[in-house]
C-alpha cells in the first residue's frame, strides 16, 4: 500500500502561470482535502470531497480549483500562480464520518516567483 | 481562523525528559486529534480522543480532554530524540460536515540527546 501520493514533489512557476497538483490514494476512503501549510499558520483547508462527485470549499478557496476524477484521484488546479500561494501544499484521505483520522501525502512544495 | 491555539510554540528538553503540549479550542467538538509532524514530512495521526472521554493513553503517549474548559493535552513520557518533531491538535467541530478538521498552529518539540 501506497497510501496518500503527491506529485509533483517540488514546482517552481512563473506569476501567472498555471498547474495541477495531483493526488491519489489506495486506502478506497471516501474522503479527501487539500490543505495548504505556511510558517506559523499552522494547516488550513483549501477544498475538500466527502466522497466521490462532491467538492466543497474550505477555509482558503480563492485562487483554486478542483476535481475528483474518481474515488482515488483528487487533483488541485492553480489557474493564474500568485506569489502567495507559494506554500507546502498537502493532500489528505479518510474515511467518511466524525470519527476517523487523515491520512496525509508526503506534500508538493510550490514557489510562485 | 484558527479553532486551536497551541502552547507552548516551541519546546525543548533533554532525552528521557516528559513534554507536554496544551491545546484550547473555541466550539463544541466531535472528537480532538493529535499528529505529528517530522521536518520536511507530511503529517503523522497520533491519537484520536472523542468528545465524551477524558483521557486516552496509547504507548508513551497520553491525550487527557477538558471540554469544560475546551482545552486537551498531549503527555509524551521518557522522550526521545526521535521524539523531535511538530505537533498538531485539530479539532472536528460539531457544525462540521464532511470529517473537516480544523488544526492549530502546531507545537515544535526539540529533544535533545
Known amino acids: 500500500n501506497a497510501g496518500v501520493t503527491q506529485t509533483p514533489k517540488f514546482q517552481v512557476l512563473k506569476t501567472g502561470q498555471s498547474m495541477t497538483l495531483q493526488c491519489a490514494q489506495d486506502?478506497?476512503?471516501?474522503?479527501m482535502y487539500w490543505y495548504r501549510q505556511d510558517p506559523g499558520m499552522g494547516l488550513r483547508l483549501i477544498y475538500y470531497?466527502?466522497?466521490?462527485?462532491?467538492?466543497d470549499k474550505g477555509e482558503v478557496p480563492n485562487g483554486y480549483n478542483v476535481s475528483r476524477l474518481n474515488k482515488r484521484e483528487f487533483s488541485l488546479r492553480l489557474e493564474s500562480a500568485a506569489p502567495s500561494q507559494t506554500s507546502v501544499y498537502f493532500c489528505?484521505?479518510?474515511?467518511?464520518?466524525?470519527?476517523?483520522?487523515?491520512?496525509f501525502g508526503p506534500g508538493t512544495r510550490l514557489t510562485v516567483t | 481562523s484558527q479553532q486551536g491555539e497551541e502552547d507552548p510554540q516551541a519546546l525543548s528538553i533533554q532525552e528521557g525528559e516528559n513534554a507536554t503540549m496544551n491545546c484550547s479550542y473555541k466550539?463544541?467538538?466531535?472528537?480532538l486529534q493529535w499528529y505529528r509532524q517530522n521536518s520536511g514530512r507530511g503529517l503523522v495521526h497520533l491519537i484520536l480522543?472523542?468528545?465524551?472521554?477524558r483521557e486516552k493513553h496509547s504507548g508513551r503517549l497520553r491525550v487527557t480532554l477538558d471540554t469544560s474548559k475546551k482545552s486537551s493535552s498531549l503527555l509524551i513520557t521518557a522522550s526521545r530524540a526521535a521524539d523531535t518533531a511538530s505537533y498538531f491538535c485539530?479539532?472536528?467541530?460539531?457544525?462540521?460536515?464532511?470529517?473537516?478538521?480544523?488544526f492549530g498552529q502546531g507545537t515544535e518539540l526539540s529533544v535533545k540527546p
Open positions: 480522543i472523542r468528545s465524551n472521554e
Open positions: 486506502m478506497n476512503h471516501n474522503s
Open positions: 485539530a479539532t472536528d467541530p460539531i457544525y462540521n460536515q464532511g470529517g473537516k478538521l480544523i
Open positions: 466550539t463544541s467538538i466531535n472528537n
Open positions: 489528505a484521505s479518510s474515511e467518511l464520518g466524525d470519527l476517523y483520522e487523515q491520512y
Open positions: 470531497s466527502a466522497s466521490e462527485g462532491t467538492t
